[in-house]
């Protein structure tokens, strides 16, 4: 069953000076030099980024559109998966230069941040996400169009006690700022069609 998401449910990492939240909606202003982002070994440790989150226990499924005009590079914003804060995926689009952007995912675990992604034209400011949970396997999926999806990236995390926190994050890991739009935000039982065979 689809419902939308409950927003005065979430809590804040990092919570912007600017935000509001409407309707099924977010919209929140990025500050200047937030990032998440770790590598150990070179000791960065990045966990200043805005992100609002849910906390889940079930499988489900989580879908939200995005919209934001990005300018600075590294500008970024999309969904937030984490089991604590030294585990966790991001997922959504990345700014790189008037020409082109990502779609783009990070998974963080063991004190290290991977990435992964394709390029895109920084003409799109508009992408809709969907996140799969099964156990503590995740699938994010991308649309342009919001019907049509098609696969980032699968990946697992170590969770404790089955819970995970789930929702939007945006940051400027620059010295810049951008509005950061989440709406269309819905919460449904697992969508997954490989994995729903199994439960």
């Known amino acids: 069953m689809k419902k939308r998401l409950d927003t005065s449910l979430m809590t804040w990492i990092n919570r912007p000076a600017l935000w509001t939240t409407g309707k ?10 937030t990032d998440f982002w770790f590598n150990r070994s070179r000791q960065l ?27 600075e590079i590294y500008d970024q914003l999309g969904l937030f998966v984490m089991g604590d804060p030294s585990t966790w995926c991001k997922a959504g689009i990345e700014y790189r230069d008037e020409q082109t952007s990502s779609v783009c995912s990070t998974v963080t ?69 951008f509005d950061a739009e989440f709406f269309d935000m819905v919460i449904e039982s697992l969508q997954w069609e490989e994995k729903r065979n199994k439960i």
């Open 24 to 33: 099924n909606r977010i919209i929140l202003s990025t500050e200047p030099a």
């Open 45 to 71: 440790e990045k966990f200043s980024g805005h992100a609002i989150l849910l906390p889940i226990r079930q499988d489900f499924t989580l879908t939200v559109t995005i919209r934001a005009q990005l300018h």
């Open 109 to 177: 675990y063991g004190g290290f941040s991977d990435w992964a992604g394709m390029p895109i034209s920084s003409g799109i400011h508009t992408l809709s996400l969907r996140l799969h949970r099964w156990q503590n396997e995740f699938r994010i999926e991308f649309s342009f169009n919001g019907l049509k999806f098609k696969w980032l990236r699968e990946f697992a995390l170590p969770l404790n006690e089955g819970v995970v926190q789930a929702g939007f994050y945006a940051c400027s890991p620059g010295d810049s700022s």
